[in-house]
């Protein structure tokens, strides 16, 4: 727990920051939740922004912006090729990350799709703490494979571990000698672990990892999407780190990879994303391919004004009372929600609030997705929209079977400096309520169901009358209120 943030004695997330430009939202009656939700497909990834009432779907693209992000937005360079405002990005990255070469691209996809045209041969494995839905697609797309190895600490839903991210050294060597590193693509660290709970990694895991890939001669890959929730997290749960400044720990992570990624949709609170790189045959191979998916060598895909407004969000990124205000805020909904014994991931990491629906909807085969329908219940209760991280989320198998996912999560995002904590409370409240009523949620099955990334346009119905039992309770308990 980081004392600068923290009001003493008690468990209040204290605000580093003040709202000066706001937006209305709106919060409809029960009936009206439940038909936007019906209109979706029970799929909250296709709900419309303006029925919902807060957006905790992701952090992408949706953090707030400071002022001086958008002044920087007003002086920027625009040029096809060779933008001042491209130069200026490339040396804040440069100078935080100590890295010789950037390649921008339109955001943290983009530079998978690249990295495995680079690095992924048909039949390869990639070794990775955990994957992420869009990293899995684009190397299985490439002909690869991926294999995890968290630790086990990372599948238990509650932990001391504060590092759950990290991976299982011992599981690492054995699959490298298994499959002898010709056939190992990458490794793959993902910082603030996406899939399960935002869970951090150790700079001692990153460590050993590094020495393990280069004495095999291993490329070693790092994905810094979440890496501002993760350098909270070294910070204050580190004790080697506590008084380091933060540049220093990015700098001391980067110098352990070969090649380092970002969703800028995430890290710097703008949009966009880029590759970092030191190894210049590397840099070559991977450059072939920016102008052919992404754009000119000096945008990548991004507009000038989010190229400017990422080089100042790159920077705050280097204060503690920035990194702070999404984990601060993480962990007041965690104590909330326990407080209440609503079941979520321990300890809170960053990203957002994961809600075990294993637990909370234990009566769901795992096959009627559990997660996904108390996401879909979660937004009838309350307007909340979050999102399904669970068995939907996967891919199915070769054979069509289903693929179990390890854990059910619905994850509040908490995007970074977006809601006050009366919001918090209020969607701590409403889930405390389908908490006591939880039996009343049944399972969903799909009526469309896509091939490739099914839980992004998928569409699917409850099973059973549910939707409307939920929403009849709704009425009963609350009477005339929202
Ligand atoms: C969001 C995310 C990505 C993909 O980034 P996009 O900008 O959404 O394409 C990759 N890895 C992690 C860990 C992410 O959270």
């Not at 992701?58 to 090729?81: F, I, K, L």
């Amino acid at each position: 727990m980081s004392k600068v943030t923290f009001l003493s004695g008690e468990n209040i997330p204290l605000e580093m920051h003040k709202v000066r430009m706001v937006q209305k939202v709106n919060l409809l009656p029960v009936e009206e939740r439940l038909q936007s939700m019906r209109e979706a497909g029970f799929n909250t990834f296709l709900l419309k922004n303006r029925d919902v009432f807060m957006d905790m779907l992701t952090d992408s693209g949706v953090n707030a912006m400071s002022q001086n992000q958008y002044a920087a937005m007003m002086q920027a360079d625009d040029s096809y090729a060779g933008s001042e405002t491209y130069y200026r990005l490339e040396a804040v990255l440069q100078d935080i990350f100590g890295m010789k070469h950037f390649l921008p691209a339109h955001q943290g996809r983009a530079c998978e799709h690249i990295i495995a045209k680079t690095l992924v041969t048909p039949g390869s494995v990639a070794l990775m703490n955990y994957h992420f839905t869009t990293t899995k697609a684009h190397i299985t797309l490439t002909g690869g494979s991926l294999e995890e190895l968290i630790g086990d600490e990372g599948f238990k839903i509650n932990s001391d571990e504060p590092f759950k991210g990290d991976i299982d050294i011992g599981k690492l060597n054995e699959a490298i000698k298994r499959h002898g590193k010709d056939k190992i693509s990458f490794v793959r660290i993902e910082a603030g672990t996406n899939l399960i709970g935002g869970q951090p990694v150790s700079m001692a895991n990153m460590r050993e990892v590094s020495r393990i890939c280069r004495s095999g001669g291993i490329k070693l890959v790092y994905d810094a999407s979440l890496l501002s929730d993760n350098l909270y997290f070294i910070k204050t749960r580190d004790p080697g780190y506590q008084d380091a400044d933060i540049k220093s720990i990015v700098r001391e992570i980067a110098s352990l990879m070969d090649i380092v990624y970002f969703s800028a949709r995430k890290l710097g609170s703008a949009r966009g994303g880029g590759i970092l790189v030191s190894d210049d045959e590397l840099f070559l191979k991977m450059r072939e391919l920016v102008p052919l998916y992404e754009g000119f060598l000096t945008y990548g895909g991004m507009s000038v004004r989010e190229m400017e407004a990422l080089s100042v969000g790159l920077q705050e990124t280097m204060d503690i009372d920035v990194i702070s205000q999404t984990p601060i805020i993480v962990e007041a909904l965690c104590n909330e929600l326990l407080a209440k014994g609503v079941p979520v991931v321990t300890p809170p990491g960053g990203l957002g609030c994961h809600v075990d629906a294993m637990q909370f909807c234990s009566h769901i085969p795992q096959d009627q997705y559990p997660a996904g329908a108390l996401a879909a219940a979660i937004f009838i209760a309350s307007g909340v929209r979050c999102m399904e991280r669970g068995t939907m989320s996967e891919q199915r198998n070769e054979d069509g079977s289903e693929r179990m996912a390890e854990m059910e999560l619905a994850r509040l995002a908490v995007p970074r400096r977006v809601f006050t904590l009366s919001q918090v409370k209020y969607t701590a409240d409403r889930i405390a309520w389908l908490y006591q009523n939880r039996r009343l949620i049944g399972g969903l099955e799909f009526t469309e169901e896509p091939k490739v990334l099914r839980f992004f346009f998928g569409r699917l119905q409850p099973i059973g009358g549910w939707a409307e039992q939920l929403a009849e309770q709704f009425r009963k308990d609350f009477g005339d209120s929202l």
